[in-house]
């Protein structure tokens, strides 16, 4: 019998080698170990969540906090990793719960603030985060929640506490300066000092350009790859028998209204989850790479095939909504893998949402993407990413014309019912009134357009890019070029 550290190993290795089941069948083994065995618990439950095992990535942090009392850290992290894996109202329930042994912590407070904010109730998520706030005051995490929680005035008091602080932000370590000039770029913009603004926006992007660079030319390069490789709607691989429509894949740029399609969506009774899941990637993952090369030596490795990997998407999928209802998964970057998810779920319908590309390049380059969106710290890179796409979405959209149905943002602010008819029946639900009051529906929002899907449809976001005209040339130049 494998020991304790046999059975990680074999999971690290496991893992390394990108083979999902066996890596999975190792911590399994782990998570059966007895009661106070020793072991990295939280490590190896972080190695399940990276493989979308949700239950068994909570069963494993759950054994961190089974061995003793707990540090804070441990708890923090059990929650996180239950609000990630959807159970955001219960995870800040089991905060709030902390709050009498541990409530003067800014971190607690930080994670209830967040959690709160996800659920909707922005009044319940500034007052944690200002008590996180009074004791890490230059905290610039909890300013960008505390600031994106409600529309800020010149009188405001957090705004004013906010500037007042500025001569700080310099002594701080680079991302937290960078988060906090974020932050007051965020109140200038509200009350439209877009001059002030813009200037404290870039400052910031500018540190983060130097902490994590954009690889130039990587978005472009992939695309071109792609579209030779995939040239044809059938791309000449192993049909895959997984004909689930379950999925409704969401796609599109972010900040382009694919949370709203979301939110719009999951209001109707016969869909029971949704959110930026990315399990594709994960359950694509035995592929190694998005080329025909690896499409094919996948193929002949043979690890159950295309069914295969739709069968472990659906399980994927299961794990986290149950097996009832259709779920919206709006995953990033899906632009890339359009056709290998086509020929995995040939029968999921997919909606494209598309957006005037300067107002959605000014809300990329406003929002604080804390990791994985590197290209947006630059209006140049963020130029190149938006070529990108839509090489991509005008190379899918003509070779999967029935599958592909493209929504674009202006058209669903003016036609809301007319829009959300063609989404529905593209999707083959039934119409179900109410859905414009999409806004009322009680759910959690993780992603940073949490607080725009909680309002009713408006076009104030419209246009939004005008207040920037001068500095936006640099990427209508960028993005006009070399087209």
């Not at 219960?90 to 209830?112: C, Y």
């Not at 607080?451 to 104030?460: D, E, K, S, T």
Request: proline residues 6%.
């Amino acid at each position: 019998m494998a020991t304790p550290g046999e059975l990680r190993n074999q999971a690290i290795a496991a893992l390394k080698a990108r083979d999902r089941p066996a890596c999975l069948a190792a911590l399994t083994r782990l998570s059966a170990q007895e009661a106070d065995t020793a072991l990295p618990w939280q490590g190896l439950a972080r190695m399940a969540d990276a493989l979308n095992a949700c239950d068994l990535a909570q069963t494993l942090s759950a054994r961190a906090l089974a061995q003793g009392p707990g540090q804070l850290t441990d708890h923090l992290g059990h929650l996180a990793l239950m609000a990630k894996c959807g159970q955001v109202e219960p995870a800040l329930a089991r905060a709030r719960a902390l709050r009498p042994a541990h409530g003067d912590q800014p971190s607690l407070n930080h994670l209830i603030g967040v959690l709160a904010a996800q659920m909707g109730d922005s009044d319940a998520a500034i007052e944690a985060l200002r008590a996180a706030l009074e004791r890490a005051p230059l905290s610039g995490a909890s300013w960008i929640i505390l600031v994106s929680a409600k529309p800020v005035t010149s009188d405001d008091a957090d705004y004013q506490r906010l500037e007042a602080l500025r001569p700080d932000f310099a002594g701080q370590p680079p991302e937290a300066h960078a988060s906090l000039l974020f932050a007051l770029a965020k109140c200038q913009h509200d009350i439209g000092a877009h001059g002030d603004a813009f200037r404290d926006y870039e400052a910031g992007a500018a540190i983060m350009r130097t902490l994590r660079p954009c690889r130039s030319g990587a978005a472009s390069a992939l695309a071109r790859q792609v579209m030779h490789e995939f040239d044809r709607a059938e791309p000449g691989l192993r049909p895959s028998q997984c004909r689930s429509a379950r999925p409704i894949l969401v796609t599109g740029l972010p900040r382009s209204g694919t949370t709203l399609v979301e939110q719009i969506l999951t209001s109707h009774p016969a869909i029971s989850g949704g959110g930026e899941l990315n399990l594709l990637s994960a359950a694509l993952a035995p592929v190694g790479q998005l080329s025909m090369a690896a499409a094919r030596r996948f193929e002949v490795a043979d690890r159950g095939g295309w069914t295969g990997i739709g069968k472990t998407y659906l399980d994927m999928l299961t794990a986290r909504f149950g097996p009832e209802g259709r779920i919206v998964d709006k995953s990033l970057n899906t632009a890339p893998m359009t056709g290998l998810i086509r020929h995995v779920l040939p029968d999921a319908p997919i909606i494209w949402i598309r957006r005037t590309p300067e107002d959605a390049a000014l809300s990329c380059f406003r929002t604080w993407f804390s990791q994985g969106m590197e290209w947006t710290w630059s209006l140049t890179d963020i130029a190149a990413k938006f070529r990108a796409e839509d090489r991509l979405y005008h190379h899918w959209a003509d070779l999967h014309r029935e599958a592909i149905l493209t929504v674009e943002y202006e058209v669903l602010v003016a036609e809301p019912a007319a829009q959300i008819a063609r989404m529905l029946a593209h999707c083959k639900l039934d119409p179900h009134p109410g859905l414009e009051a999409f806004h009322h529906t009680r759910r959690a929002v993780t992603t940073a357009s949490r607080a725009q899907v909680r309002q009713a449809l408006h076009a104030g976001s419209i246009g939004s890019a005008r207040h920037y005209r001068q500095q936006m040339e640099v990427f209508r130049a960028a993005y006009q070029g070399d087209r």
